[in-house]
């Protein structure tokens, strides 16, 4: 599979996933998201990350963006992508309280020793699986499916109560990340 981002419009709008090498549950604990959702607010207030949804799940992220300050969207997912690896690596190898440390860097450790681009750990695949979406309908259905995860993986029982997604923003009410566009579908 390519390796290659493949964001042909640089003003897009973009559905993507990605996930943590080999789906390993690592947003299980609070610590971890908070990296991600620190990470994702300073793309928003310092890079131009405009963010119509979001949801963090157990081991991969949703998400639905545009670059508005001239910054190509690979390049913003890219600085997204490397600097929560970094940090989200860094966080398990002092934490303490973290059961599961040595399983999980050995296993970062091997992704990057099959990888010709990473030196120690490895922690997100290689793929981002864009989409740019083109249509109202084609939005509302990225969001709907992107809200709908939780429910699906029998997290919640309504979108609105998953806590690490844009949900409770569509709902009326403010969500953990500030500053959501939300979008407005007649259709």
């Not at 897009?12 to 080999?22: Q, T």
């Not at 450790?109 to 990888?115: G, L």
């Not at 699986?129 to 084609?138: D, F, G, Y």
Request: proline share 3%; charged share 25%; glycine share 4%.
């Amino acid at each position: 599979m390519s390796r290659n981002y493949k964001f042909h419009n640089p003003e897009g709008l973009y559905f993507v996933s990605f996930a943590v090498i080999e789906w390993l549950d690592v947003f299980t604990e609070t610590i971890y998201n908070n990296i991600l959702l620190d990470s994702l607010s300073y793309c928003q207030t310092h890079k131009g990350m405009e963010i119509i949804a979001w949801c963090i799940m157990t081991n991969h992220i949703h998400l639905i963006f545009r670059s508005i300050k001239g910054e190509k969207p690979e390049q913003l997912l890219g600085d997204f992508k490397r600097f929560t690896s970094k940090a989200v690596v860094k966080t398990i190898q002092i934490n303490p309280t973290e059961s599961r440390k040595e399983f999980l860097l050995e296993h970062f450790k091997n992704a990057a020793e099959k990888s010709s681009n990473v030196k120690y750990y490895q922690f997100w695949r290689h793929d981002n699986k864009p989409i740019e979406l083109w249509s109202n309908k084609v939005i509302w259905q990225k969001i709907e499916y992107i809200h709908n995860n939780p429910v699906k993986a029998g997290m919640v029982s309504r979108p609105e109560d998953y806590k690490y997604s844009s949900a409770i923003d569509y709902a009326g009410e403010e969500g953990l990340l500030k500053d959501i566009l939300v979008f407005k579908y007649y259709g």
